[in-house]
Structure formats: C-alpha cells, structure tokens
C-alpha cells in the first residue's frame, strides 16, 4: 500500500502534496473507467486499486465525477500548438499527438466510457468537450485558418469539414478493431490536405 502523506504535507504550509499518491489514484480511476465504465466505477474500488485509504481520494476529490475529470485531463495531457507554417508539417504534429494519446493502453475505451454518460452525466462529457476536444479542434481550425489567410486553400475550403474528417478518421478505424498504422496521421492529413489546397493555378490567379 502506497502510504498516505495527506496529513504530513498539510501541517507545513507551502509544502507540496506527495505527487506520487496523486498519480496512483489518476492511474486507478483511469484503469476503471475502461474496466468498468463510469457508472460502476466507485471512490472505494479507486481507493483500494491504487493502496490509499477512501479519505485520502476524498481530500483530492470530491466527488467521482470530479475524479473522472481529473483522470481524462491526466490521460490526454496538455499540448502546446505547433508553428501553423507549413500547414501539413502542423496537422500532422498534432494528430500525431492525438494518435499517441487515444491509442495508449485504454485511451479509447475510456472515452467510450464518458460518451456513454451523456444522458446521465452532463457535466462529465461536457467538461471532456470543453477541456479535451474543443482545445484540440480549436488548434486544427487556427492551423486551416492561418493557410486560408496566406492563400494555401482553395477558395471558400469547407475548414470545419477538413477538422472532422481529421479527429473522426481516428474513431472511425479504432471500430474497424483493427490497429492503428503508425503512419496513420500523415496518411489522413495528405489525404484531406490535397481535398484543400490550393492549386498552383488557383494561387496564380490570387497574385493578380
């Protein structure tokens, strides 16, 4: 059992709780969630997986919802947006990215887990929205958007069309329940990249 340090850290002030028990509860609620699902997921069944007693989950978080958040943001981490320039080298860096993420052990099982509870748990899926996919699309749409404005799309390009094929190609093979190629993220942006962009012509044609 991981020993509780809860109280240790807390009697000095400015002293940092021990990260170790914060990533063994992440962990443990990660690999329930994918297990079990959500709605069977329990604060005890977290507590006991990762060897800490129930009130030291509590301290953290208060409720499993709010446990399940954190664990999704740990799993799916942050990223910082890459240079928008050249357009294909970004999009491939950042669903290159994505690809490592939904693909480690349970990656998509666990979001299966929260899509699952988007009639019983509002909150839940639509903090995995605003917190998990809407950063991602957010820096797919800056990316188009940066093209567009120097001339490397063709006109009126449907961009919002070109972000979902390029995040849904990754859920539409994950249910083929076939792996994933490691090749997978250049092969999806040449693809939408060449449905897109401008031609030689086309840009001749803007230079007059």
């Known amino acids: 059992m991981?020993?509780?340090?809860?109280?240790?850290?807390?009697?000095?002030?400015?002293?940092p709780v021990d990260p170790s028990v914060r990533n063994a509860i992440l962990d443990a609620a990660l690999q329930l969630l994918a297990e079990e699902g959500y709605t069977r997921m329990s604060m005890d069944a977290v507590a006991k997986k990762a060897g800490v007693t129930k009130?030291?989950?509590?301290?953290?978080?208060?409720?499993?919802?709010?446990?399940?958040?954190?664990?999704?943001?740990?799993?799916?981490?942050?990223?910082?947006?890459?240079?928008?320039?050249?357009?294909?080298?970004?999009?491939?860096s950042i669903l290159g990215t994505l690809q490592n993420t939904l693909f480690k052990p349970d990656g998509m099982p666990i979001i299966g887990a929260v899509m699952v509870e988007q009639r019983h748990t509002r909150d839940l899926i639509n903090h995995f929205r605003e917190r998990v996919v809407q950063p991602r699309r957010m820096m797919l749409q800056e990316v188009l958007k940066h093209a567009e404005k120097r001339g490397d799309l063709r006109p009126k390009a449907d961009i919002d069309a070109a972000v979902n094929m390029l995040i849904g190609s990754f859920y539409a093979h994950y249910l083929t329940d076939e792996k994933i190629p490691v090749t997978w993220a250049r092969r999806i942006v040449d693809t939408v990249w060449k449905g897109i962009a401008a031609t030689d012509g086309e840009r001749e044609i803007r230079k007059h």
């Not at 991981?2 to 002293?15: A, D, F, Q």
């Not at 030291?56 to 890459?82: C, F, H």
């Not at 928008?84 to 491939?92: D, F």
């Open 2 to 15: 991981i020993p509780s340090t809860e109280t240790v850290t807390r009697t000095k002030p400015g002293r």
């Open 55 to 92: 009130p030291t989950v509590y301290r953290r978080w208060k409720t499993k919802e709010k446990l399940a958040m954190a664990a999704i943001e740990q799993l799916l981490g942050d990223e910082a947006p890459p240079r928008p320039h050249p357009a294909p080298s970004a999009l491939r």
